[in-house]
């Protein structure tokens, strides 16, 4: 069974996120502007391997390094 989800362009404003299962998810082209996201994710410079291998983020949003 595919468990992902497509948000991509998703209106995310505002929005608390802290609780969800973001592993699969399609946010590319989302507007995440003021959302609370999952702990340990951010603004991000750099990705970290193996962490949130299948989520795509809209740029400039992914987990911290």
Do not use: C, F
């Not at 951010?42 to 983020?57: C, F, R, Y």
Request: proline share 8%; glycine share 16%.
């Amino acid at each position: 069974m595919d468990s992902s989800i497509d948000l991509n362009g998703g209106h995310l404003a505002g929005r608390d996120l802290s609780r969800a299962n973001l592993g699969q998810a399609n946010l590319s082209g989302a507007d995440l502007e003021g959302a609370t996201l999952p702990e340990g994710i951010g603004k991000i410079d750099a990705w970290p391997a193996g962490v949130w291998p299948t989520t795509l983020w809209p740029e400039g949003y992914g987990p911290v390094t």
